[in-house]
């Protein structure tokens, strides 16, 4: 079944040690999308890509970075994780950007510790 | 005033109830109307899409959309206790970078 695929499920890293995040996709989608989402909140976008082109939410802090070096993968580096940074991490592609919907990987749980 | 705002519950509902779930908008330029469940420690599910104003039912879910009043709705018909869940609603314009706008969703919880 063509899906989105996020390892690890569960990552545990301890303050201040850079972690990273990745995303797999089999759909084929131009759109990848990471979201951070906390506890009894909606998601919220911290960038996406439109094929190569990065995109960046203007309140992503300077700690979070993204690479997708190809169609098919994304990843999502913390440099220096605090403990506001923990939380489930969401990936996301879409087919187009022109209203298609989202399709979700099943999240990384991020604890700091 | 939030773009969309969506009662975080919990919603508590007997098996076999039925279930309406809701969300307001303020941006009229939202024309796709999407409907996510999301289960406890997964991501989330998407259960409706609908473009515009009207109805469309799958199953036992119906998606509603009011443009004039801004107001999308989602019912469950016979809920099931697996349909617990939290329930996000979702919406975006067409053109440009598509970026929806989410809900902070509802908790749903079906009780045997």
């Known amino acids: 079944d063509a899906m989105v695929i996020q390892n690890p499920r569960y990552q545990v890293t301890q303050f201040g040690k850079p972690v990273t995040l990745s995303c797999s996709q089999t759909?084929?989608?131009?759109?990848m999308y990471w979201y951070q989402q906390k506890s009894s909140q909606a998601p919220k976008l911290l960038f996406h890509?439109?094929?190569?082109?990065?995109?960046n939410e203007a309140d992503t802090p300077d700690n979070f970075q993204s690479r997708r070096p190809n169609t098919s993968f994304c990843f999502l580096d913390i440099r220096s994780p605090g403990l506001g940074d923990a939380a489930m991490y969401l990936c996301?592609?879409?087919?187009?950007?022109?209203?298609?919907?989202?399709?979700f990987g099943n999240g990384t749980r991020l604890t700091v510790t | 005033q939030k773009e969309v705002e969506q009662d975080p519950g919990p919603l508590s509902v007997p098996e076999g109830a039925i279930v309406s779930l809701n969300c307001t908008y303020s941006n009229s330029a939202f024309q796709y109307f999407m409907w996510y469940r999301q289960y406890s420690r997964k991501g989330p599910e998407l259960l409706m899409y609908?473009?515009?104003?009207g109805n469309k039912e799958d199953g036992r879910f119906t998606a509603q959309v009011d443009k004039s009043s801004k107001y999308i709705s989602l019912f469950i018909r016979d809920s099931q206790p697996s349909d617990s869940a939290t329930y996000l609603c979702a919406m975006g314009s067409r053109g440009g970078s598509y970026i929806p706008t989410f809900g902070r969703g509802t908790s749903l919880i079906v009780h045997p």
């Open positions: 890509y439109y094929d190569k082109d990065f995109n």
């Open positions: 759909l084929n989608h131009n759109v």
């Open positions: 609908t473009y515009s104003s």
């Open positions: 996301a592609t879409s087919l187009t950007g022109g209203g298609s919907p989202l399709h």
